[in-house]
């Protein structure tokens, strides 16, 4: 099913970053249920580990708090509520609580972006495995990162998943470590990898689909280089902006 939501030469898949962040708290079931609404294909979120083994959504690694920063991975949840309700934020939401918005959206691609620094995802990669059930896991999810350690351990768990191979600017930017990335794809082989469209060139793009991989790339929040991904015939776009996949 996930793979043929993309492959459609009339469409382009619309993932809504972060949920609707122009309109509603990023990464929040009020952020996602508002972009299913307005007509997304998927919804992307960002999720990672608290020290009490708690998967929590939330976009940055640290909470500055008390002058420095605090890791999240080195707090645990009820910490990390504590000073988000000292500093006047939202509290992040348990992943576990998004479970419903899957299951009442069959229709509804989500991608996971794992956020971690650690070589060894035991744990979070466990986490995972327990709360979200397998078929959802099959039917609707993509699991990505920019921690390749992590991405090889979840094609050792589980037989069948979808990855997303991550491409940051500084790893696209330089063409001796493209190379070296390029490699680790093919070993990896991702179905899906989520460049930053700032960075590729057909080439690129077209090297990418010939190795029958799906390319997604982040962040187009414009008419203007949306255009331009177009051109260079990506499959798939990651957005802020609503407006580019609203029905409304």
């Not at 960002?46 to 708090?65: A, G, L, N, P």
């Not at 002058?67 to 080195?74: C, F, I, P, R």
């Not at 988000?84 to 691609?109: A, G, Q, R």
Request: glycine share 4%; aromatic share 12%.
């Amino acid at each position: 099913m996930i793979i043929n939501n993309f492959l459609s030469k009339n469409k382009t898949f619309y993932f809504a970053h972060r949920g609707a962040p122009l309109l509603k708290n990023e990464n929040t079931m009020e952020s996602f249920e508002k972009a299913i609404q307005l007509g997304c294909d998927g919804v992307e979120m960002d999720i990672q580990q608290t020290k009490d083994h708690r998967i929590i959504m939330f976009h940055d690694d640290s909470m500055f708090y008390q002058n420095k920063n605090q890791y999240v991975s080195q707090l645990d949840y009820s910490e990390i509520k504590d000073i988000c309700l000292h500093e006047n934020t939202i509290v992040p939401s348990l992943f576990e609580d998004v479970i419903p918005i899957i299951y009442n959206n069959p229709n509804i691609i989500f991608n996971l972006e794992i956020k971690s620094m650690y070589l060894n995802n035991y744990s979070m990669i466990h986490a995972i495995k327990s709360i979200v059930p397998n078929k959802l896991l099959i039917n609707q999810c993509i699991i990505s990162s920019f921690n390749y350690s992590l991405l090889l351990q979840l094609k050792f768990f589980f037989k069948e998943i979808f990855i997303g191979f991550i491409l940051g600017s500084n790893r696209l930017a330089n063409q001796h470590r493209l190379f070296f990335y390029k490699a680790m794809i093919k070993l990896l082989k991702p179905t899906f990898l989520h460049p930053n469209g700032k960075f590729i060139n057909l080439d690129f793009v077209q090297w990418a689909q010939n190795n029958k991989i799906i390319v997604n790339t982040y962040i187009v929040n414009d008419n203007k280089m949306l255009d331009q991904m177009l051109n260079l015939g990506v499959n798939g776009i990651f957005t802020d902006n609503h407006k580019l996949y609203s029905n409304n």
